[in-house]
């Protein structure tokens, strides 16, 4: 879903829909509003589109929609307490939050004896129901479960399953058929490069967090529980073994490293995985902020890599990646950090790194993996793409940046390194 976090227009939506337009070349502007206001500035010509909307018969009259961008799996969000609610057919008399304008409130009317709510925004429907001045709220589970983990609703839980599951779309001003070209060709394009599972993935992993109090608390419980019984045979085992002790001590501390080592590695290649690297790179850029030093990231992908899986087998198609990144470690320093972004494509952050020694670690990886005569593939080639940090710039901004550069490569003829613009 989209919503506002500190001035910025976030979500899987927004994710999905940016790369889609980069794809296509489209430049865009996403900004969140309530479904009323949005609707209202795409009749009145001040939009061009609204993202992640459900199809009804009354919107295709007005609206042309794209082909699928999202599942939207709308669920019933109560009390953890309420126990007694848990279906559709149980709020009957009950008073529920919802939106104007939206899916939602259109679905709801269809049940006279549900009392509907029709509240500013998501976030004060959630308020609300904590608060218990509503019984409900229904809603995607996007939304949900995000105003949950921002708002810190320890008393909310969400019940499974849905009560309906729609595929969203990118809606235009009927008639507008260039622009929905445009857009269903970005979606194709995402689909088939691996972007949109990427993107989806990403977002799914956050889906942990959001844990209910009850939840935590019998988290809390059984840990205190398991602690207390480790602790009782520690003391029992010290009293028969003393020096066996310091040897399961070892043991441990090594399985927790290794648990650790899992849960940053990609598995296949050895790599740091995606994880790993959205926790590091936020601390290399307050350093290159604090201490006015250069800072590169480098994106590299394996040029046409589905005719190796298609041609020689995906168990080649792993050999080589592992090959090949047993290759890039080789030529990173210990300061640099190179991780798995995704499928074929990997990424490279450098510290104290300018654009010159950046392009030039890229050239020399690109002329090794040109020359080199991968086992079962033969010759294999990859595009580079370098964006230089730029002092106050977003993460997802700067890497979009190398991002960008990395599709000028490819649209080059591939096996080259290009630089992005500032």
């Given amino acids: 879903m989209v919503w506002s976090h500190h001035g910025n227009t976030q979500g899987v939506a927004v994710d999905l829909v940016n790369a889609a337009a980069h794809q296509v070349g489209l430049s865009i502007s996403i900004v ?46 109560r009390r953890t307490k309420d126990i007694q609610i848990s279906g559709i057919d149980s709020l009957s008399g009950r008073k529920v939050g919802v939106e104007a304008g939206g899916f939602p409130i259109e679905f709801l009317q269809k049940y006279d004896q549900i009392g509907v709510v029709v509240v500013p925004n998501w976030s004060d429907a959630f308020a609300k129901l904590s608060a218990s001045e509503i019984d409900a709220v229904f809603v995607d589970r996007w939304v949900g479960e995000y105003e949950l983990y921002q708002h810190k609703f320890n008393n909310i839980t969400l019940i499974d399953p849905p009560v309906v599951t729609l595929e969203s779309s990118i809606a235009v001003k009927k008639g507008n058929t260039a622009l929905l070209a445009k857009i269903n060709e970005g979606l194709r394009r995402i689909e088939s490069n691996g972007t949109r599972q990427s993107i989806l993935r990403k977002w799914e992993a956050k889906e942990v967090v959001y844990l209910t109090r009850e939840s935590i608390d019998r988290i809390i419980m059984a840990a205190a529980a398991a602690a207390a019984l480790f602790m009782l045979g520690v003391i029992a085992y010290l009293y028969r073994q003393r020096k066996n002790l310091q040897s399961a001590n070892s043991a441990l501390e090594f399985a927790n490293e290794r648990l650790s080592r899992l849960a940053t590695t990609d598995t296949l290649t050895g790599l740091w995985n995606r994880l790993h690297f959205e926790e590091r790179v936020g601390h290399e850029l307050i350093k290159a902020d604090r201490y006015k030093q250069p800072l590169s990231v480098l994106i590299f992908d394996i040029d046409q890599f589905k005719l190796v899986n298609d041609s020689y087998g995906h168990l080649v198609g792993d050999r080589v990646l592992v090959e090949l990144c047993d290759m890039a470690r080789q030529q990173t320093r210990d300061s640099d950090l190179l991780a798995r972004w995704g499928g074929e494509e990997f990424i490279m952050l450098m510290p104290n790194t300018g654009p010159n020694e950046a392009m030039a670690v890229a050239e020399k990886l690109r002329a090794n993996f040109a020359s080199h005569n991968f086992a079962d593939a033969g010759s294999i080639t990859a595009s580079f793409g370098i964006a230089p940090y730029q002092p106050g710039e977003s993460v997802d901004h700067w890497i979009s940046r190398a991002d960008t550069a990395l599709y000028e490569a490819k649209q080059e003829g591939r096996n080259t390194v290009k630089i992005a613009h500032i």
Avoid: C, V
């Fill in 32 to 77: 969140g509003a309530d479904w009323k206001t949005a609707q209202d500035e795409l009749r009145d010509g001040k939009t061009d589109a609204l993202i992640q909307i459900n199809q009804t018969p009354q919107r295709l009259e007005i609206y042309d929609f794209s082909d699928p961008l999202l599942k939207s799996n709308f669920h019933i969000f």
